[in-house]
T-cell receptor
């Protein structure tokens, strides 16, 4: 595997379910990001981790819970989501000092029913 | 408040034509302006980037023009090809400081044969 991988690629969940999104980067980077991509909106930065430490939380609702066990893996735990949370969730990574050169995974298409 | 404004929302160009996408920003602290290209089912990928100390950067058929006084920058795709059909995002960041990359809303480019 190369680059940034994300699993699952598609996820349908009910509002009462609990699920997790996984991201793995094989680039030796030390910063990882979660973004939400909705139609006709800018990419919304959700969380940033540097060297496994969360350094940014852009007022994301608590129903989204990130976890970064090491510099290569990033999770997004989901619970009691709302239909408006349906979107493409993108993971990205970069070197800490090269925030503009982010490498993105293919995303997880999430549908909340 | 949207940090980076992008237009048009969609663009249709004939093969061989020039595609032009425009972006504007307000924050004069931005000092790095990348463009990302996203194909369906893929995450965004860094295409080309510019710093404000130059007015133009060219890589193959892709050129960024930068107007610091107007706080505007644009992407030109020369000799557009059907394979260029994708969504293009402009972005802006500050190289030092927070891990924030501010994206435009995206332009869906379709190049017709």
């Amino acid at each position: 595997e190369t680059g940034v991988t994300q699993t699952p690629r598609h996820l349908v969940m009910g509002m009462t379910n609990k699920k997790s999104l996984k991201c793995e980067q094989h680039l030796g980077h030390n910063a990882m990001y979660w973004y939400k991509q909705s139609a006709k909106k800018p990419l919304e930065l959700m969380f940033v981790y540097n060297f496994k430490e969360q350094t940014e939380n852009n007022s994301v609702p608590s129903r989204f819970s990130p976890e970064c066990p090491n510099s290569s893996h990033l999770f997004l735990h989901l619970h009691t989501l709302q239909p408006e949370d349906s979107a493409l969730y993108l993971c990205a990574s970069s070197q800490t000092r090269r925030v503009s050169e982010q490498y993105f995974g293919p995303g997880t298409r999430l549908t909340v029913t | 408040q949207q940090q980076v404004k992008q237009s048009p929302q969609s663009l249709i160009v004939q093969k061989g034509g020039i595609s032009i996408i425009n972006c504007a920003y307000e924050n004069t602290a931005f000092d790095y302006f990348p463009w990302y290209q996203q194909f369906p089912g893929k995450g965004p990928a860094l295409l080309i980037a510019i710093r404000p100390d130059v007015s133009e950067k060219k890589e193959g058929r892709f050129t960024i023009s930068f107007n610091k006084s107007a706080k505007q920058f644009s992407l030109h795709i020369m000799d557009s090809q059907p394979g260029d059909s994708a969504t293009y995002f402009c972005a802006a960041s500050m190289q030092d400081g927070a891990n924030n990359l501010f994206f435009g809303t995206g332009t869906r480019l379709t190049v017709i044969p």
